[in-house]
Each structure stands twice: as structure tokens, then as C-alpha cells.
């Protein structure tokens, strides 16, 4: 039998709950403008410095779970926009 385990670990993504809370946080800005300015705010470590769209999660997803990452067993596929920091 063959199966493929693996582990998406998403970061803060621009879902519509996430873009209210963002709105909610500055509630002088466009709700295009709330989301930036909630990451540069609480996540100022971020490589891509926005919310990461649903489809980059899904995408991420497909891949982890399709024959075509066979060789990635077990992993834990970070999708987080380079929030965290580590050493390769």
C-alpha cells in the first residue's frame, strides 16, 4: 500500500474572518490596506509582508497529498509566507 502522510502548516491567510479582524485592528483603512498594515504590525518577520491568499494554501495542499510528492513522507510543509525563521 502506498500512502503519502504530510503536514501543511499555514501562516496568517486573507481569509474573510482574517480581513474583518485586520479591519477591525485599523478601522480608518480600506480593507485592502487593513491587511498589510496588521502583518508589517504583528508579523514584521514576514518575507512576502501580506496575508497569504487561500489558493497558496489549496495549492500547497494538492501538491502535499498528490503522487507527485511521493518522496516528501512525513513532512511537515511549512506554508507561512517565511514567518518563521530556520536554519537550512
Do not use: C
Not at 480581513?19 to 490596506?33: I, R
Request: no cysteine; aromatic share 8%; net charge negative.
Amino acid at each position: 500500500m502506498q500512502v503519502t502522510v504530510n503536514t501543511i502548516l499555514p501562516g496568517s491567510t486573507g481569509t474573510e474572518r482574517v480581513a474583518e479582524m485586520a479591519q477591525g485592528l485599523f478601522p480608518d483603512l480600506s480593507v485592502e490596506e487593513a491587511g498589510p498594515e496588521f502583518m508589517k504590525r504583528d508579523h514584521p518577520l514576514s518575507f512576502i509582508g501580506r496575508l497569504i491568499k487561500p489558493w497558496e494554501i489549496a495549492d500547497s495542499v494538492a501538491f502535499g497529498s498528490s503522487p507527485r510528492a511521493f518522496a516528501t513522507n512525513g513532512a511537515a510543509l511549512r506554508v507561512d509566507g517565511g514567518l518563521v525563521y530556520h536554519i537550512a
